[in-house]
């Protein structure tokens, strides 16, 4: 079965620095998602992606935070200055076109460590 | 806004035994509701979806769940818990709107099987 991956799966960091968090979608998915939990919270939605632009996003996603498909395969999302409170799990998801939220697929995430 | 909320972080079943999780939601517009399933170590894998048709919406693994207007709830159920359905359990609502494909979900709720 296709599935959604994300390397890698837990990385440290310190504040301040640079990550860049990576994702494969399902080969023909079209909308990609990123999502994070931070501990003993919700999940919540950061950003949507549709035909290489932010379709939506969260008053999460500030500019701190960005998103790219830098090719035909990868999407990526980068935290430009991290802080502490960035520790999280971040899931990346993918849905089909034409298919909303109700057939997303989720990775199996990446739990991000800020130092 | 629509959100939801899960009774109990942490739920303990005996093996055999029925399995109730309980979501309740708030929403001004008739709502999507999902449930999703993560095993450790893997990614958000989508149990049941209630989008509008039936009430009791059936999904894999034995389970399933009632959508009650009256009672704002879809609480997910099992008739006889397995020790393979030790997992976090999430409840989502997707938010209204055209092109909108943000899901707000619940903290979760750990489901331990005990044999």
């Known amino acids: 079965e296709p599935e959604v991956t994300q390397t890698p799966s837990h990385q440290v960091t310190q504040m301040g620095q640079e990550v860049i968090l990576r994702c494969v979608p399902i080969?023909?998915?079209?909308?990609f998602y990123w999502y994070r939990q931070i501990l003993g919270q919700k999940v919540e939605f950061l950003v949507s992606?549709?035909?290489?632009?932010?379709?939506?996003k969260s008053e999460i996603f500030d500019d701190q935070f960005s998103v790219e498909r830098p090719d035909g395969s990868n999407f990526t999302l980068k935290i430009r200055s991290t802080k502490l409170e960035d520790s999280a799990m971040y899931f990346c998801?993918?849905?089909?076109?034409?298919?909303?939220?109700?057939?997303?697929?989720f990775g199996s995430g990446t739990q991000l460590s800020v130092l | 806004a629509q959100s939801v909320t899960q009774l109990g972080s942490h739920v303990s079943v005996s093996e055999g035994a029925l399995v109730l999780l309980r979501c309740n939601y708030s929403?001004?517009?008739?709502?999507?509701l999902f449930w999703y399933v993560q095993y450790p170590n893997q990614g958000l894998q989508l149990l049941l979806k209630y989008t509008s048709a039936a009430t009791l919406v059936k999904g894999i693994n034995g389970f399933e769940a009632e959508f009650k207007k009256s009672e704002t709830s879809f609480h997910l159920t099992k008739p006889s818990a397995h020790m393979s359905d030790a997992a976090e359990y999430f409840c989502a609502v997707r938010t209204s709107g055209a092109g909108s494909y943000q899901l707000t979900f619940g903290k979760g709720t750990k489901l331990s099987v005990i044999p």
């Open positions: 080969s023909n998915h079209l909308y």
């Open positions: 929403s001004s517009v008739p709502p999507y």
């Open positions: 992606f549709y035909n290489n632009e932010i379709s939506e």
């Open positions: 998801a993918s849905s089909e076109a034409g298919s909303g939220p109700e057939k997303l697929f």
